[in-house]
Structures are given as structure tokens and as C-alpha cells.
């Protein structure tokens, strides 16, 4: 493994996870130790200290909301942590690999050509979005096909067209031209985590175990969250569209510890179902773009005047709640492309992305999961339901600050063999990618359900007025 002056990278996971729990209103961290290899990837971002420092903060705000102090140490694995980036990637079922098999209805893509020497990236991992982005470019989904009819377009003007029908995709700007535009200085400018009282109430008593977590998100962010406070003793209930189902490997990932509803919104009946089960909530998690849930009443200015007690709403956004890109759609790999990510890791002239594929999901969720945190601690102090914000665009912000070439090495992502957590549940016996810091999850949360598998109900009675 790669090394680098000694007592650089503590120093730097102490600045990032302090600096992410000083946003969240959280004391700093206590002492902690990095325990094994520390992996460097082909990548000018220090993205196994970043992945640790996030990693660390959740301990950390975790034990300060669990037991009302944090621990004296942590222990913290940094190639657990890098590891953690893209955890399906490591998964397994009965210690075999799965077949990826949506990957083969996905539309291709990839950074193509476009008229005025730019590079696009077009993205379409739901069938809805594929056939979208094809009919929009009259082609097939194929590679040389898609470079054809891309290739016809200057790349503002197939950016702006394709945020005008809803789709996803961005041209790969370069960090400075992300900052200087319009969307990138608004977003530069907002806080990391936005964490805001909504009302006041009195003070909340009870810990973490049994809460009950509303589950409304989708790809990989939102879902993360909720999975946090499953692996806590929480009752986590998903509530996903039957026509459009996440992947199956997110499934396995995101889902573990939680029960899994069909809901469709436009259902009169479905709908009501799914408001009564907010009325009673916690925490309500939401990762569609902002004010796609309000038009049904589930953002958190619709669920206030229904709640029927003080709760925690989380909303994960792609470009931020508000401002130029507030209501665009994008996935994780499109904000790299659109922040400037792809363009640090260029290679002859083409972007790439991260080495470790994905970047802003999970440390986006483990960011809201912070901030959820910081709000339950709120509640059982002060009291009220609170708001808490953050965005994929807005973490990739955060981390171009911590760009440095001297931070290279050649280690393999693909080549990493994390340590895995056994679990059982429908799926059969699945291997996970094992948390970083220890003593996080002792790996006794059950496994993944399927999509649809459980009633839109709560499986116990609440544990709090």
C-alpha cells in the first residue's frame, strides 16, 4: 500500500469528520485510531481518509445520541471505509456474486462527443429514463448509436433539452467551470447540511430502538439513511412504487433490516395508507426530487399539520432543494460529471469517473444520516419536528476542496477484500460489506426483504406518546 507522511491522514479525517459534525451542531470528535491498510487509489482525492472521516462522524453522533456521550475511542478501518463507496460490488449470496441483471436493460452509458468538442454523459438506469432519453435522441441503445446522436449536439444545448424532459444527464465540466456557473455558485454557497426547526414541542424522552422510520426514498441516499436506524433497533418500513422497483443489488444493500410496502400515490386508498403511516412516524426520508412528494402531501410543510407527533423529515436532493438545478434530475455519476468530478480524473482528455464508480451516494446519505441525528438529539432536548437537507451536488462541492495530486497511489479498488457481515432473510444467506468503525453493527439486524413483501403497516405499537 501507498503511504504518506506520518500523521497526515489522522489529521485530515480528524478536519473532515470535525468539520461534518461542527455543520450538524454536534461536539468534535474524541480519539480514535486508524486500524489496518490504508488503500490509495488512481485519484487526486484523498477518498479513503474522506470515506473514514464520514464514516467516523456517524459513530460518533450515533453514540452521542444513543448514550448521551461518545465514546472515549474509536476504531475505524480505512479499507472498510473506502469499501463502503460501492458496497454491492463486494456483496454476495450464499458466497457466490449475483448476476447484475438490470444492468443489461440499462441505457449504455458512457462519456460521449459532443458538437463543440465537449463530453456528455447520458444516464437512464430505469426503464422510464432509457426509453426517454433514446426517443429524445431518436436512437438505439447501443454505444455507436448513442455517440452518433450525441455527437449532433452542442453540449449546453443537450443539457438544457434534457432537464427540460425530466431526464437526467450533464456535460463534464471541469471543477472551475462548475463553480462559476450559475447552479454551481448557489450551491457552493449553501450549507453542507441544512438542519432547521420546523415547530417547537416538548422535549422527546427515549432513545433510539424502536423508532419508527418512513421509508419514501429510492435509488441509494435516501435508502441509506433509513437503513441506519434499522441496524439500530428501529422500525424501518420502505414504502416503494410497484413500476418502479430499485435494482436489485440497492435492494440487497439498502434493505437490510427493513420491511418492504407497494404504495401507488395515485391510489386514493394507497395514498391515505401512506399518510396515516406518516402521522405516526419519527423520521419520514425522502430522495425524490424536491416537490415531487408535496403534490402528495408527504413533503414535511404537507405532514406538519397531520403529524401526530413531533418528527424528523429528511430530504436528499440532487442539486440542492432550491436554486437554478433545485428541481433537475441526476444520479450520482451525473453530478460527478456535472461538478467537475470526472474531469479530476481525466484520462488522454476523456473523463472518468471515480475509481470507486459511485461517490456522492453514500457519503451523501451518511451526511443526512448526521443530520438526522443531530435532530433526534433536538427532540430530546428541546423538543419540536425538524428538517433536515442535503444533496449529492453540494457533498461533491465539499469534496473538490480536498483535490491534491499528491494524494495518488496505484492500489485497486476492485482488488480491496473487505471484511463482510453474514446475514439471513428471504433472499437466503448475503454477505455485506462490513461497517468501518467498530462496534457499529454487530451484524444481528436481519437481511434484505423483497420489494412489495410486507403490508403498509407498522410492525409494532410505538414506544412513545
Not at 454505444?143 to 443539457?159: H, S
Not at 451516494?361 to 433536538?378: N, P
Amino acid at each position: 500500500m501507498a503511504s504518506e507522511h506520518a500523521g497526515a491522514p489522522e489529521r485530515r479525517v480528524r478536519a473532515i469528520a470535525d468539520d461534518l459534525l461542527a455543520g450538524a451542531g454536534l461536539p468534535s470528535l474524541t480519539a480514535f485510531t486508524l486500524a489496518g491498510p490504508r488503500p490509495l487509489l488512481d485519484t487526486p482525492l484523498p477518498l479513503t481518509d474522506i470515506a473514514s472521516a464520514f464514516q467516523l462522524a456517524v459513530a460518533h453522533a450515533t453514540a452521542l445520541v444513543a448514550e448521551d456521550t461518545p465514546r472515549a475511542h474509536y476504531e475505524v478501518s480505512p479499507a472498510q471505509a473506502l469499501a463502503g463507496l460501492e458496497p454491492t460490488h463486494f456483496q454476495r449470496i450464499h458466497d457466490h456474486r449475483f448476476p447484475q441483471s438490470s444492468h443489461g436493460k440499462e441505457l449504455k452509458s458512457g462519456f460521449y462527443p459532443t458538437a463543440d468538442g465537449r463530453w456528455f454523459l447520458p444516464s437512464g438506469s430505469y426503464p422510464h429514463l432509457r426509453d426517454g432519453t433514446l426517443a429524445l435522441l431518436d436512437c438505439a441503445n447501443t454505444a455507436p448509436a448513442l455517440a452518433a446522436a450525441i455527437r449532433r449536439w452542442p453540449a449546453q444545448e443537450l443539457e438544457d433539452t434534457v432537464a427540460g424532459q425530466g431526464l437526467p444527464g450533464a456535460w463534464a465540466r471541469t471543477p472551475e467551470a462548475w463553480l462559476a456557473s450559475d447552479a454551481g455558485a448557489a450551491i457552493a454557497s449553501a450549507p453542507l447540511l441544512t438542519v432547521r426547526p420546523l415547530r417547537a414541542g416538548a422535549p422527546t424522552v427515549g432513545g433510539l430502538a424502536g423508532l419508527r422510520v418512513l421509508d419514501l426514498s429510492h435509488v441509494i441516499a435516501g435508502p441509506v439513511v433509513a437503513r441506519h436506524f434499522a441496524f439500530l433497533g428501529g422500525d424501518v418500513l420502505r414504502i416503494s412504487s410497484p413500476a418502479q422497483p430499485d435494482p436489485l443489488p440497492q435492494i440487497l444493500d439498502t434493505g437490510i433490516g427493513k420491511r418492504n410496502a407497494f404504495a401507488d400515490f395515485n391510489d386514493p386508498d394507497d395514498l391515505a395508507r401512506v399518510r396515516a403511516l406518516a402521522t405516526d412516524a419519527d423520521i419520514v426520508v425522502d430522495s425524490w426530487r424536491p416537490g415531487a412528494l408535496a403534490r402528495f402531501g408527504l413533503d414535511a410543510s404537507g405532514l406538519l399539520p397531520r403529524a401526530g407527533r413531533d418528527f424528523v423529515h429528511v430530504s436528499v436532493s440532487a442539486y440542492g432543494h432550491d436554486g437554478p438545478w433545485g428541481t433537475r434530475k441526476a444520479f450520482d455519476q451525473v453530478v460527478q460529471a456535472a461538478t467537475g468530478i470526472v474531469a479530476l480524473h481525466a484520462r488522454e482528455g476523456k473523463p472518468r469517473l471515480s475509481p470507486t464508480r459511485l461517490l456522492t451516494d453514500y457519503l451523501t446519505g451518511q451526511l443526512a444520516i448526521l443530520g438526522t441525528l443531530a435532530a433526534l438529539r433536538q427532540r430530546q432536548q428541546a423538543g419540536g419536528s425538524w428538517e433536515v437537507r442535503v444533496s449529492l451536488a453540494r457533498v461533491a462541492t465539499y469534496l473538490l476542496a480536498w483535490a491534491d495530486p499528491s494524494h495518488q497511489g496505484g492500489d485497486s479498488f476492485d482488488a480491496l477484500a473487505p471484511q463482510l457481515v453474514t446475514r439471513h432473510g428471504p433472499f437466503g444467506t448475503t454477505h455485506h460489506v462490513a461497517p468501518a468503525v467498530a462496534g457499529l453493527d454487530g451484524g444481528t439486524t436481519p437481511g434484505p426483504h423483497p420489494l412489495g413483501s410486507s403490508p403498509a403497516a407498522w410492525a409494532h405499537s410505538p414506544l412513545r406518546p
